[in-house]
């Protein structure tokens, strides 16, 4: 019985010892399990997020397609975005203006694998992780090296000069625009250049600076790629007609981000899309486009065309007012009929118009007033005449009576002639000019000789002439017979003007 209970008690310490020493490790087993379970799938996301830009390397840093890439790659508006899992067309929406920098593309769609980009610069001496898609002997393949921040410096690019950190590992041909990663997974920075032991990337301050600038942008509308060529004709007309008709360049740009692809120069975006026939106007998601007539045809295609405008909202009229209905009028009994009697109506007499007269002063008074003061005036002149006749004997009276004769009838004849007569009143102030007819004609008038002294300029035309003659003369002798005959049919001319002409 003993035996049998320390034969269970060595049992019971040695699975306890068994456990105790199985247990941690089984821990540790789980949680390194774990942990690299996490942290490979953090790495598949960010792979994920590096993408084929063309024929360069480049990240997408927004779940909504936006992808950085370096500027030096020379890329095009337009260009095809491969994932790991689809290909996008993407366009441009962002350079840097620096001489080399970021260059930012939108995707078209939504729900990208992305990259976010890191808070602050990674300290020299740690280490950093890079991605891109080397060009291996005509394949790209995604491929990763790493080592240490080395620091910053400025370079020197195509005549200015950019910013950028130096790290302790070299890259391959097509990895430009790849992003540089800290030990977060975040992105730091793009492929600028590379040797043999060192890689330029652009900073994470540029980076940053082109991400931000494009982030807050206002809500992106769908894109529509024109694909053309220089020789089409449709494709002309319709570039034509968007940059001349302000009305089908408004519309298009209300509706549409409008980005022109020349199909010579981008062809792979062309073959991305699948186009076969130009103009080809394409929106992602929607069916292709073919050929062009004319603006309102094409807006009726793309759904944007011209709606018709709402009809004015109906207003109630106002009540109108009660109808008022008279009471009716009850008629009176009609009188006998009597006799008709024939009413006579005359019209008044129709007096023609007359103009208003021009209304006279009545001088019936006047005249009663001036006889009146020369009767006065007679008597007071003869009581004069007849009292210095009696004082001086006669001789006086009768130089009396001749003057007061006098007065009264230079008094007389200024009266008259103040009167306006009827005559003089319906004269014309001027006299009216004579007819001229055949029979009377007007009298002949002054007539004046020209003045027979010759201007200045005639002088100098006269020696012009003279020297144009003797010159003609010298060069042509064979024309002295026309000179000769000109000049008497000059002379002639003046010799009928009465001018006589200078030997």
Known sequence: ??????????????????????????????????????????????????????????????????????????????????????????????????????????????????????????????????????????????????????GGSNFRYQGGAFRGNVVGFSTGPGWSGGPLFNQHGEVCGLLDSSDCQTSVFITYAATREAYVACRHRPATKPTLYVFGSVHCGPCLKFKQHYAEQKKLQQRLDSRFTVVFVDIDVHTGTADQFGIKEVPAFVVPGEPTITGYTEPDVLLGKLGVAEQEPEPPAIVDAPPKPPVVTPPPVIAEPAAEPTAPVTVTVEKPPVAPPTTPAVEKPDRSVADRLDRLSGLVQTGVSIATWLGVGGMTGGAGGLVLGGLALWRTLRRRRIAASARDSPAAMTASPTPKPPFVTVESPPPPQAIVTETRFAPYERDTFAEAFAWAEAELVRKYPGSVSTLEAMKGLINQFLSAKGVKPKS
Do not use: Q
């Open 1 to 150: 019985m003993i035996d049998f209970v320390f034969t269970m008690l060595l049992f019971a310490y040695g699975l306890a010892l068994l456990l105790a020493i199985l247990i941690p490790l089984w821990n540790r087993f789980f949680v390194v399990a774990f942990v690299m379970a996490i942290a490979s799938t953090a790495s598949a996301a960010v792979s994920d997020a590096v993408v084929l830009v063309d024929d360069c390397s480049g990240v997408c840093v927004d779940p909504t397609g936006l992808v950085l890439t370096a500027k030096h790659c020379d890329h095009p508006p337009v260009v095809v975005v491969r994932f790991k899992d689809r290909t996008v067309s993407a366009r441009r929406v962002y350079v840097c203006p620096e001489t080399e920098g970021p260059v930012v593309f939108d995707c078209d769609g939504d729900g990208f694998p992305f990259a976010r980009l890191a808070e602050i610069v990674p300290p020299n001496g740690e280490k950093v992780w890079s991605a891109g898609y080397p060009d291996l002997a005509g394949r790209r393949e995604l491929r990763w090296a790493s080592g240490p921040m080395l």
